[in-house]
């Protein structure tokens, strides 16, 4: 059976603050990037989940070491509340928003050249069309 990790990260990251949702899926990490705005309470954040992780659009997939590791309770929480000290996310996660940020970057690039390119060719259309009507009768 597959193992499937997940772990949100909440940040502030001036002006807003920022949550990084990691899905870690057979040694494959994915990250999705949601900005907040003001500080969110615990019962907003999990409300949040509920409400919109299933329509989070994430990254691409990328190779991550996932370590199986059995840990003691108490140990799990110290690390958890060191998480919480913590600033910034991590180098596997930053990859990953990079990644799917320039991979939308990519997808608007595309859009624009396609509407530009129709946008022309309506243009010449519009031209040619008036050009034969001006010698239609000669």
């Given at each position: 059976m597959d193992k499937v990790?997940?772990?949100?990260?909440?940040?502030?990251e001036e002006p807003f603050w920022v949550g990084i949702f990691e899905h870690i899926e057979d040694g494959?990490?994915?990250?999705?990037?949601?900005?907040?705005?003001?500080?969110?309470?615990?019962y907003e954040v999990?409300?949040?989940?509920?409400?919109?992780?299933?329509?989070?659009?994430?990254s691409p997939a990328?190779?991550?070491i996932?370590?199986?590791?059995k840990r003691n309770p108490k140990r799990m929480q110290r690390s958890a509340k060191k998480q919480m000290l913590e600033t910034g996310?991590?180098?596997?996660?930053?990859?990953?928003?990079?990644?799917?940020?320039e991979q939308n970057k990519?997808?608007?690039?595309?859009?624009?050249?396609k509407k530009k390119e129709a946008e022309e060719q309506r243009m010449f259309?519009?031209?040619q069309r008036k050009k034969r009507e001006k010698h239609k009768g000669h």
């Amino acid at each position: 059976m597959d193992k499937v990790n997940g772990r949100l990260t909440v940040y502030f990251e001036e002006p807003f603050w920022v949550g990084i949702f990691e899905h870690i899926e057979d040694g494959k990490l994915s990250v999705a990037k949601v900005t907040f705005g003001v500080e969110p309470k615990d019962y907003e954040v999990q409300e949040y989940i509920q409400k919109y992780y299933f329509g989070l659009k994430f990254s691409p997939a990328v190779e991550a070491i996932v370590k199986d590791i059995k840990r003691n309770p108490k140990r799990m929480q110290r690390s958890a509340k060191k998480q919480m000290l913590e600033t910034g996310i991590g180098t596997k996660s930053q990859q990953a928003l990079k990644l799917q940020q320039e991979q939308n970057k990519q997808e608007r690039k595309e859009k624009k050249r396609k509407k530009k390119e129709a946008e022309e060719q309506r243009m010449f259309e519009l031209k040619q069309r008036k050009k034969r009507e001006k010698h239609k009768g000669h």
